[in-house]
């Protein structure tokens, strides 16, 4: 959620409302009793959600929400889109299997033909599906460990501002200092670059000259012999840094 509780202006609340709010304050005692300290969100937007279509989150205590989070990105169609739980609903009344590892199934056969489709032929033709877990982070461990596996290097190059996660590796090229700054070997072995931008360019003098600046350093720093980096095994990218509040990378 995006959109603070006092800037939403209050709706007309039913009957049940004190009733309401009530068992909201309850459930966010509870949660701040029960839950870790790892809590995000929560801390900023101490509401409980209870109902949402599309953009807009209601709240227990009748106050809607514009969410611009959307999941940190996994809900594209929105919250409650006709076609997901159509989808949703097919698949859980056919009765197919709700969890089979890596198996092969009918769905995914599905999903890997649609997905093929929208790839380029030249790339379709030679790329292969890597299933991850459920969270991105999950997908960028899985994408370093391939990347190291391939080129036999363990070195990093990663961004400023970047955020790619919380598990080990991600969190090393994760950008953060707060979040890693007390967990041992949350840098290792990671070149950090300056991200290009506008408004915060790390030269001083933004714009397209700030982009270029950028692009020189990180071409010097690894084609130097005494530039201090080993030849990395990959560098991650976060093309729109959500949590570092820049633009899209030029």
């Known amino acids: 959620m995006t959109v603070p509780p006092s800037i939403v202006p209050p ?4 009957a049940q409302a004190t009733a309401a709010t009530t068992t909201a304050d309850g459930i966010l005692r509870r949660q701040r009793a029960r839950e870790s300290s ?5 801390r900023s937007f101490p509401i409980v959600p209870v109902r949402a279509s599309g953009m807009t989150v209601e709240g227990t205590d009748g106050r809607r929400y514009l969410d611009c989070l959307s999941g940190a990105g996994t809900l ?4 409650n889109h006709p076609v997901t739980l ?28 649609a997905l093929f489709a929208t790839l380029p032929g030249g790339f379709a033709d030679r790329a292969r599906v890597h299933f991850c877990g459920p969270a991105g982070t999950d997908a960028v461990e899985a994408a370093l460990k391939l990347t190291q596996t391939a080129t036999g290097r363990s070195g ?5 501002g970047a955020y790619h996660g919380m598990t080990a590796g991600a969190l090393g090229v994760t950008g953060s200092v707060a979040v890693k700054e007390r967990v041992a070997g949350g840098g290792a072995e990671v070149t950090r670059l300056p991200y290009p931008y506008a408004y915060r360019c790390p030269f001083g003098v933004g714009g397209d000259r700030g982009a270029g600046l950028a692009a020189t350093y990180t071409e010097r720093l690894l084609d130097d012999p005494a530039g201090g980096v080993v030849p990395p095994a990959a560098m991650i990218v976060e093309v729109v840094q959500g949590e570092g509040g820049a633009v899209p990378a030029p």
Request: cysteine-free.
């Open 76 to 79: 594209a169609l929105g919250h």
């Open 11 to 14: 709706v007309a609340l039913p």
């Open 38 to 42: 790892a809590r995000t969100y929560a």
């Open 86 to 113: 159509e989808a949703v609903r097919r698949t859980m009344d056919s009765g197919a299997p709700l969890h089979v590892l890596d198996l092969a199934t009918p769905e995914k056969d599905d999903f890997t033909d």
């Open 156 to 160: 990093l190059l990663a961004f400023t």
